[in-house]
């Protein structure tokens, strides 16, 4: 030190200091690191050299200066101190400094440029072959205190284990993936300008001279070469290098592959040799090599191929570009445009200038060619180019996602990933990438994909700083290898994922869950999807080695899977939207449309719905995901982080008849769903003062519009996600029954058995050594046990934590989520860990092996199981954390409709008034039994079913009422109290009434706000309970023919619904005063043509019911049943109606397909409806009975004459008119006869009138706005004057053969003709008949009406 120090006896104090501390820092950290290559030298000689680099380094401006702001840092201190990204350049003054920035940050003005940190490295590089690791090929410095990982533009083989200098260099910690992160891994460093050498300062540059290619040869001879293996042959190559593939690492071993070419030859080399997988770096496109000590292998994993490889003694050396063009005869290549397809030759566009915004020719030409029927299912060819640019955007890193240039998509996850480096703002170099054309919606329409065959290098490191990179996409490229995916698929992956951390994150799902949910979507998608996934194993060596070149990126199909992950929010904005652009308001009126008065006409268009499948979903099918929720109000709801949906959600029967009922499940509250299969409902509130058809396409006739949007599934078809704590352990049974009946799980069950066993593993640690002991002596049956208990114990303790109130509930569903992530995570984590393949097929051996052995005895045993730790009421063995609650099991007899009522009962801080209410009555089964924890929906004990059976009325007030979707008659629950003991609780009270009038016969119970309902899915079979039956349910025939029932109860198919006119709105309505005070008429059939019945909802006290939609199967309760002044039967709601819908209508039934059936008069008078309502008549017009033509005014009704109305009280000043038109005709077919009426649209059709005689007729009755005729004895009179030609044109008409025809007509029946003549009280009547002079008298039934709805001319017939 101190001849060191004698040195510089001029320097200044300070310089001094600084200089001392340089030599402790040298003779500490860099001396003892030296190998033997630098010679021997002492401290002091590495410190002076130092100091001498550093001055040279500073500049020449001030000769002797020292850059005392510079502190020297050692390799450890720097990884364990430096947690931000900084930048350290010796050589740049503050103006350079500054220019610097500006020009990095004007680049990408999103990002800011590096900090700068005066710092001074000094170190030696390393080739990462250090005695305590194994050599991975990566370049490091390295000092006494460490190594750090580094990257390098174009390093020389020189530089290894030299003392070195690093003037300009860039660190960037790397986000810790772990707790115990090597340190080496916790950032690298980007070493910017060429290493100083401290030592004897070697050429660093090359010498021409001095290489030695003395039996080396070319590329070509070497192909013809390893044609014939020589045992001990070693090959000494050169050439030049025109692809450096990606290291890879199978099965622990490293390795990589370069190709050498000269001319059109090209030669493989791999690199398998430990101590020169550092090459890799030093490799890059278009530059020259020799590389010795090559021998012949074949090559196991590429059969019949042999290629040269590296040995221990092989040694590289870089050639300067002009050498090897001296040495042979090669024309020049652009060191741009390799091409190593023969078949591409020529073809490639050039490098850095190829404007990949535009696609390449063979893509561009296929897009002109129109449509593309379907698409997704033509595979595309991709195209092998390079490519140079700068990183503008990471994307994910993780995942391999980049952006180049801000316009080119750069997808790295088919290579093994290599972080380093690849910031944005970095300059990158790509050979034979493929290029791809709008693989994926998501993503940029020109996508560049590296493959096992693409060269991919930094060429100049960013400047600028980058934010830390989210690590949950990270097992995304594994899943990728794993399934086989092509790239369309991965990038929606990588798009699922994206979307699924915005929409359900971190609410319903973890951040580190993401990825298990989107791979489980994938799975949903490629499944149902046919072909997803390619299957079949890859060949690496193929990929990379045999020309001409085929990989995974060869052939792309384009939007796979096609369908497109919506939010709940974007999905409820794509109905609105279609809502209104799918209307048309003319196809809303009926078929007599045009005669419709404004009174008719405006009720007509008041109301709508449209209907569309997701799955028909344009551009694309539709797909959702979401948490099924029972919110505050009476409608289920789909939700993610956007937003929430209504559902109307129906189940699959359990007879396996497939029919549908009513949703009764609770266990799916709090499921993580894929919805697939689901209708949008979109339906229109419209107020509107149309005075006639002619106006309909005039908007400003509608005064107010408002949609109601939602969405009808079947919960059958949903695939869960994530299952809520309920719905695991039902699955779990279903399960184990399947196993019984010895059938094999299916993959999804796997997936839940797998997740509970995660479970049962992450209980076991918890419980400690005395379980294991446990477990190893019971072994299975154990097992089982445990994980009963362990489920229970840890719902114990989620709800320990929860405190009272509504939230409780809501809480309690999402702490099943919770749990279930918990479990699901470590059991990924898990995989993870472990070769995938592997562990799952362990796994599934291993389950096979418990099916095995547990096989029939399962199911028995769980049972016990749960009768053991279920039947300790208040038992001593209950842990500190367990949660006492006290449950009763119900059978739902019947429900009455939700409604605003006032219940008048006193409720906390709220005033009296109406509240959202309904009441359930319900047989208690048993005695009220207490639990140590929640027993949520596990099979019903015989314990709870002993004792006597209860009627109780259930009253669910306010938040209570969410229930209402999923409580259905004739279902089994169990309703649970949470947080006491009490079994008063559970018993139903009589309500005395007001001024002591008993209210109800049955006890009532308000069911609280913090109570649960779990639903029995599978009650015991053998309690007499479940022969019980509600109130009888009819058909709609049984209503329509019963007498004397008042409230009746029935089924039926939705065939049209009209919203009934409302009294006048002053004001501007609002959607609540739109749906408010609605009055509905639904026509309810059982099957299209079958007799129908009117039920008229008032809607007016009722939250608004989502469903009634034509085509839909509802049951409706308790309606009351009323005979109309003409004796016609129709239902109308009552407070305690209640509608259901049972079954959704198919979308697509055309359910007019077929012609109604052909039916003889005199048998339709005799069976009247029970033989059909809608019939095919052939028959024979006898005469027109009535005639009637009207213009009418279409506000007012009055007639309407010339150009005006006639009313005349108040005058009416309306100036549009229809016309209207009305008919009946006597018609026989020789068995009986039926008077047929006849309306505008095909009275023209009756009268044989073409369609310009039809309209001038109309114009001629202009004058006089109407006519009656009707028939007298045998001609056909006026009420006025007898002379007036229109009349004598009509009724010579209508007396003619044109009219007097054989016709076949489809005609309905009137509602009076639905009970047969013979059974109708008026059914005959006194018929006087003359016969020359005589006159009978005879007993007549009355003819059959029809109304006629549609004229088949008798060409038209069949
Ligand atoms: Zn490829
Ligand atoms: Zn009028």
């Known amino acids: 030190m101190e001849s060191f120090m004698d040195n510089f006896r001029e320097r200044s104090e300070v310089e001094r200091e600084w200089l001392q501390e340089l030599f402790v820092f040298v003779r500490d950290n860099l001396y003892p690191v030296l190998g033997p290559s630098t010679g021997s030298v002492s401290p002091e000689q590495l410190s002076l050299a130092m100091i001498r680099r550093v001055e040279r380094a500073v500049g020449s401006s001030c000769a002797r200066s020292l850059p005392l702001s510079y502190r020297l840092i050692s390799v450890s201190e720097l990884v364990t101190w430096q947690r931000t990204p900084c930048c350290s350049n010796l050589t740049w003054s503050t103006a350079q400094h500054r220019e610097w920035v500006r020009e990095a940050e004007q680049a990408l003005p999103n990002h800011e440029a590096l900090p700068r940190a005066n710092l001074l490295l000094i170190g030696c590089l390393s080739d990462g072959c250090d005695p305590e690791r194994s050599c991975d090929g990566a370049w490091r410095v390295r000092d006494a205190t460490g190594t750090v990982h580094c990257e390098l533009l174009s390093p020389s083989p020189l530089w290894l284990g030299l003392p070195v200098l690093f003037p300009c260099w860039n660190y960037i910690p790397q986000p810790a993936p772990g707790k115990d992160q090597e340190v080496e891994e916790r950032g690298y460093l980007e070493l910017v300008g060429c290493p100083l050498p401290l030592t004897s300062d070697p050429e660093m540059t090359f010498n021409p001279a001095g290489v030695n290619l003395k039996r080396s040869v070319g590329v070509r001879e070497a192909a013809g070469l390893i044609q014939h293996r020589v045992r001990g042959l070693r090959v000494k190559v050169y050439g030049e290098v025109s692809g450096v593939y990606p290291r890879l690492n199978i099965a622990g071993k490293s390795f990589f592959c370069l190709r050498l070419r000269e001319g059109r030859h090209t030669l493989p080399l791999l690199v398998t040799e430990p101590c020169c997988l550092w090459w890799q770096q030093c490799l890059c496109v278009g530059g020259s090599v020799c590389v010795s000590g090559l021998r012949v292998c074949a090559l196991q994993g590429w059969s019949g191929n042999r290629v040269l490889c590296a040995t221990s003694q092989s040694s590289l050396t870089l050639l300067p570009d002009t050498l090897i063009q001296d040495l042979s005869d090669t024309p020049t290549l652009d060191m741009h445009t390799p091409d190593l397809d023969t078949d591409t030759v020529g073809s490639d566009p050039p490098l850095s200038d190829c404007s990949s915004t535009e696609c390449p020719l063979p893509e561009r030409e296929r897009q002109g060619a129109g449509p593309d029927p379907s698409p997704s299912l033509r595979p595309r060819l991709s195209k092998a180019i390079s490519y140079k640019g700068v990183l503008t955007s990471v994307l994910s890193a993780a995942a391999g996602l980049y952006v180049i240039d801000g316009k080119v998509g750069l997808c790295l996850a088919y290579q093994p990933l290599q972080r380093r480096g690849l910031r944005p703002g970095a300059e990158i170099e790509l050979h034979d990438v493929h290029f791809l054309y709008r693989p994926s919606p998501h993503f940029h329409p020109s996508m560049l994909c590296v493959c096992l065959r693409s060269s991919l290098r930094v060429t100049s490191f960013s400047r600028l700083g980058s934010e830390v990179d989210r690590p949950s996409d990270a097992p995304l490229p594994s899943l990728l290898l794993e399934r086989n ?637 009323r005979l109309s002044r003409v004796g016609g039967v129709y239902c109308r709601s009552v407070p305690v109606s209640c509608l259901t819908i049972m079954a959704l209508g198919k979308t697509d039934t055309q359910s007019c397909d077929s012609p109604p059936p052909m039916i003889l008069l005199g048998v339709w008078a005799l069976a009247g409806a029970e033989q059909c309502v809608v019939g095919r008549v052939r028959g024979h017009v006898v005469c027109v009975l009535y005639l009637q033509l009207q213009w009418t005014c279409s506000l007012c009704g009055s007639i309407y004459t010339q150009e005006r109305c006639t009313r005349p009280q108040p005058p009416c000043n309306s100036t549009s008119a229809v016309f209207q038109a009305e008919a009946k005709a006597a018609v026989e077919d020789g068995s009986g006869e039926a008077h047929i009426w006849f309306s505008c649209p095909v009275i023209s059709g009756l009268l044989g009138l073409a369609m310009p005689q039809w309209e001038g007729l109309q114009r001629s009755l202009r004058v006089r706005g109407h006519l009656r005729v009707y028939t007298r004895g045998r001609s056909l009179v006026c009420d006025v004057e007898a002379e007036d030609p229109l009349l004598q044109y009509l009724s010579c008409v209508c007396s003619s053969s044109t009219v007097c025809r054989p016709l076949t007509l489809i005609c309905t029946l009137h509602t009076r003709s639905h009970t047969p003549a013979a059974r109708r009280e008026d059914s005959a009547q006194l018929k006087r008949f003359t016969r020359g002079d005589r006159e009978f008298v005879t007993r007549m039934p009355p003819p059959l009406q029809l109304t006629c709805t549609h004229i088949l001319e008798e060409r038209e017939r069949d």
Not at 628 to 646: I, S
Not at 1011 to 1019: D, E, F, G, S, V
């Open 485 to 1121: 995916l092509g790239v369309s698929q991965y990038l929606w992956l990588c798009h699922c994922c994206r979307a699924l951390r915005d929409r359900l994150v971190p609410r319903w799902v973890k951040e580190e869950r993401v990825y298990v949910v989107a791979r489980r979507l994938l799975e949903c998608v490629v499944t149902s999807e046919k072909g997803g996934g390619r299957g079949g194993r890859r060949d690496i060596y193929r990929e990379m080695l045999q020309e001409p070149h085929h990989c995974p990126l060869t052939e792309y199909s384009v939007s796979s899977p096609v369908c497109e992950y919506v939010s709940v929010s974007d999905c409820v904005s794509v109905m609105e939207n279609e809502c209104w652009t799918s209307l048309s308001l003319a196809s809303l009126l009926p078929a007599s449309g045009s005669s419709l008065t404004r009174a008719e006409l405006n009720p007509s268009v008041a109301w709508s719905v449209g209907l569309s499948l997701g799955q028909d979903s344009q551009p694309r099918p539709l797909l959702l995901v979401g948490v099924l929720e029972l919110p505050g109000t009476h409608t289920l709801r789909l939700r993610d982080q956007t937003g929430a949906v209504t559902c109307v959600a129906v189940e699959t029967g359990d007879d396996d008849s497939g029919g549908q009922r009513a949703a009764n499940n609770t266990a799916w509250i709090g499921c993580l769903v894929c919805v697939q299969r689901f209708t949008m409902v979109m339906e229109r509130f419209l107020q509107s003062e149309f005075p006639s058809y002619r106006h309909l396409d005039q908007d400003s006739y509608i005064t107010h519009r408002h949609c109601r949007v939602y969405i009808q599934l079947c919960l059958n078809d949903l695939q869960i996600l994530s299952p809520s704590a309920a719905m695991a352990s039902l699955l779990l049974r279903e399960n184990s029954r399947t196993t019984q009946g010895g059938e094999r799980e299916t993959e999804r069950d796997r997936g839940e058995m797998r997740e509970k066993r995660g479970e049962e593993r992450e209980e076991t640690r918890e419980k400690g050594g005395e379980e294991r002991e446990e477990r190893r002596e019971k072994g299975g049956e154990a097992r089982e046990e445990r994980r009963e208990k362990g489920g229970e114990e840890r719902e114990e303790r989620e709800e320990r934590r929860e405190k009272g109130g509504e939230a409780r509930e809501e809480r309690r569903e999402k702490g099943g989520e919770e749990r279930e992530e918990r479990r699901e995570k470590e059991g990924e984590e898990r995989e993870e860990r472990t070769d995938y393949v592997s562990e799952r097929k362990k796994r599934s051996s291993e389950e096979d092996r418990i099916e095995e052995r547990e096989g029939g005895a399962k199911r028995a045993r769980q049972n016990h199981t749960e009768n053991e730790t279920c039947s300790k009421p208040g038992g001593g063995a209950s842990l500190p954390g367990d949660w006492p609650c006290i449950s009763v099991v119900m059978c739902v007899e019947g429900k009455e409709g939700v409604a605003w009522r006032n219940e008048g009962i006193a409720c906390e801080g709220e005033e009296a008034g109406l509240s959202l209410c309904f009441s359930v009555r319900a047989d208690l089964i048993g005695q009220i039994q207490r639990w140590e924890r929640d027993p949520r929906n596990c099979p019903l004990q015989e314990r709870e079913t002993d004792g006597q059976t209860r009627t109780v009325e259930l009253l669910f007030v306010r938040s209570s009422v969410r229930w209402f979707p999923l409580i259905q008659a004739g279902s089994f629950y169990r309703l649970i109290a949470p947080n006491t003991q009490d079994p008063s609780v559970l018993i139903g009270c009589r309500v005395a009434g007001r001024s002591g009038v008993e209210l109800h016969t049955n006890p009532s119970l308000l069911v609280r706000s913090d109570w649960r309902i779990h639903t029995l899915t599978h009650p015991l079979l053998t309690t007499p309970y479940s022969q019980s039956i509600s109130q009888k349910v009819m058909s709609v025939a049984e209503v329509l023919d019963c007498s004397g029932v008042d409230l009746v109860s029935f089924h039926g198919v939705i065939s049209q619904r009209i919203t009934l006119q409302r009294g006048t709105t002053t004001h501007t309505p609002t959607q609540r005063d739109v749906e408010a005070g609605l009055s509905v008429r639904l026509t309810v059939c059982v099957e299209p043509r079958g007799r129908s019945l009117q039920v008229y909802l008032d809607l007016s006290r009722t939250p608004y019911p989502p469903g009634l939609v034509p085509g839909n199967t509802v049951l409706l309760t308790s309606f009351q049943r």
